[in-house]
């Protein structure tokens, strides 16, 4: 049974900075696709980083340069250090497990078969 657990969220200031965490049990990741996601209420959910499975990381443009993801595969762990948070980063962010690889290491951006419960960020 995977599960996948975040933590990490809470409510701060403009500015300020945020680490998220996901722990996955009941499942060994290396070269898979997985990924953090954020929603906000009544929009789509969206990518941030997705882990392709080329070991490379993709960022959504709206967090380039403030958010920077990582994955332990040792630990079975994801995180996701939020940095110059901005009001519009206001969403429940989750981390999600299997995804859909395509070609070329390439991973789908919403198509993932474990999600978190997801954890809730408030920037004020």
């Known amino acids: 049974h995977v599960q996948l657990v975040e933590s990490g969220g809470g409510s701060v200031q403009a500015g300020g900075a945020l680490r998220l965490s996901c722990n996955v049990s009941g499942y060994t990741f290396s070269s898979e696709c997985m990924g953090w996601f954020r929603q906000v209420a009544g929009k789509e959910r969206e990518p941030v980083a997705i882990f392709d499975s080329d070991g490379s990381t993709r960022y959504a443009d709206f967090v380039k340069g403030r958010f920077a993801a990582s994955k332990d595969n040792g630990k079975n762990a994801l995180s996701l250090q939020m940095n110059s948070l901005k009001p519009e980063d206001t969403a429940m962010y989750f981390c999600?497990?299997?995804?859909?690889?395509w070609g070329g290491g390439y991973c789908d951006e919403t198509e993932y078969k474990n999600w978190g419960q997801g954890t809730q960020v408030t920037v004020s």
């Open positions: 999600a497990a299997e995804g859909i690889a």
